[in-house]
């Protein structure tokens, strides 16, 4: 009796057509690997058409490419930039639903493709908010970003590389010398026994080998970065170079689409998250929503600010002050400072960020003669942990 009522719902793709001329359909499209479920409600709510579809351009095509505008709906995934790009350039209007916010689906009890293609496409035609729809970056800069993803794969394989060596050595009753992860070499191996230099030297070669990709990678992003003038802003921050600038610009990408610049913060998951019930209001870590490479950067780059070697800043004084360890209730006795501005500015090119109450602060400006021996804090970072 299932499948009968299954195939019913498996129409023709020209009736589907037809249909969608005469009235507004609503699509949930649930992505998979090599297939994806979709689920056509008509106008009134109820299933016109459910079935799948290679998930590929051509697969696409063959059900959308000549449809009348519809309203789509599907969740972020790998394949949710290419096909909200290639559906909504067939003039359909796409919902790109953050699975993050949407527990009707992601905590669902009975949860299959089928289910989720038919809550998908019942959100969108209520009230596509439902759906705490995204919106995907440019081709281009997705392009860029990748560039940025993929020296990361690099440096954490090369740190996990020079951890295995030295883990493998310490037994032997040898160690390798203390160095930078850009100065392992092969080298290092001589001098410690047979036996250990046959266990390390493979790894410590596809180290020196994992380094000079890194830096082609490195020569790649500073190519990039000329194209986006925006990161000069960014790098007047001490410990900010071309890595962190480019990783951030390319994040938000339009800055006009945040109203205000505290924004940024929760877009990026740095703010606190929040359960307050009554009155219950707990303390809780941040989101971590957003992207994780980005927010990790923007670490990395803060304790930068904070080395005894850095510049002094109100940055450095807000972020060493004893009061960001102080609890909820010591802060509030505290007497508010009256905020000096809406945010982040831009004040005759010098950046002047948004923290807390404080009203806007200075950033530590370095001297443009040492910005360009200044090395990217978060390479500085990843090699120590090396």
């Not at 195939?7 to 992505?31: E, F, N, P, Y």
């Not at 295995?164 to 032997?172: C, N, S």
């Not at 510049?311 to 002050?321: E, M, N, Q, R, T």
């Amino acid at each position: 009796m299932k499948k009968d009522s299954i195939a019913r719902l498996q129409v023709t793709k020209s009736q589907i057509r037809r249909m969608a001329a005469k009235q507004r359909l609503t699509v949930g499209l649930d992505l998979g690997d090599r297939s994806s479920r979709y689920c056509i409600l008509d106008e009134a709510g109820e299933k016109a058409s459910e079935d799948q579809l290679p998930t590929s351009k051509a697969g696409l095509d063959m059900l959308f490419a000549k449809m009348a505008p519809c309203r789509i709906a599907l969740e972020v995934g790998t394949h949710s930039p290419w096909v909200s790009r290639h559906l909504a350039a067939m003039g359909h209007e796409v919902i790109v639903a953050n699975p993050r916010k949407v527990r009707l689906i992601t905590q669902s009890v009975k949860k299959n493709d089928r289910m989720d293609a038919e809550q998908l496409a019942r959100l969108a035609r209520v009230d596509p908010r439902l759906l705490a729809p995204i919106r995907h970056r440019g081709p281009e800069a997705q392009a860029d970003l990748a560039v940025i993803r993929g020296r990361a794969e690099l440096v954490e394989g090369r740190t996990k590389l020079i951890n295995a060596a030295r883990g493998l050595t310490k037994p032997m009753g040898e160690r390798l010398k203390s160095c930078d992860a850009d100065t392992v070499k092969e080298s290092m191996a001589d001098g410690l026994s047979e036996a250990t230099q046959k266990v390390i030297r493979p790894l410590l070669k596809s180290v020196e080998v994992i380094t000079q990709q890194i830096k082609v990678y490195d020569q790649q992003i500073q190519e990039i970065e000329k194209r986006y003038p925006e990161t000069k802003l960014v790098k007047q921050v001490h410990g900010v170079g071309p890595l962190v600038s480019l990783a951030f610009i390319l994040t938000l990408e339009d800055a006009e689409r945040f109203e205000h610049s505290r924004e940024v913060g929760p877009y990026l998951g740095l703010t606190r998250k929040q359960r307050e019930s009554g009155e219950s209001a707990p303390e809780l870590g941040i989101s971590k929503a957003g992207d994780e490479l980005v927010r990790r950067l923007l670490v990395q780059a803060a304790h930068c600010i904070l080395r005894e070697d850095a510049p002094d800043s109100d940055l450095k004084a807000v972020g060493a002050d004893e009061g960001g360890c102080r609890s909820r209730e010591e802060r509030q006795q505290e007497p508010e400072e009256e905020s000096g501005g809406g945010g982040g500015a831009e004040v005759g090119g010098v950046a002047t960020p948004f923290v807390g109450n404080r009203g806007s602060v200075r950033p530590a400006i370095q001297p443009e003669s040492d910005r360009g021996e200044q090395k990217d804090q978060a390479s500085c970072r990843l090699r120590k942990r090396d």
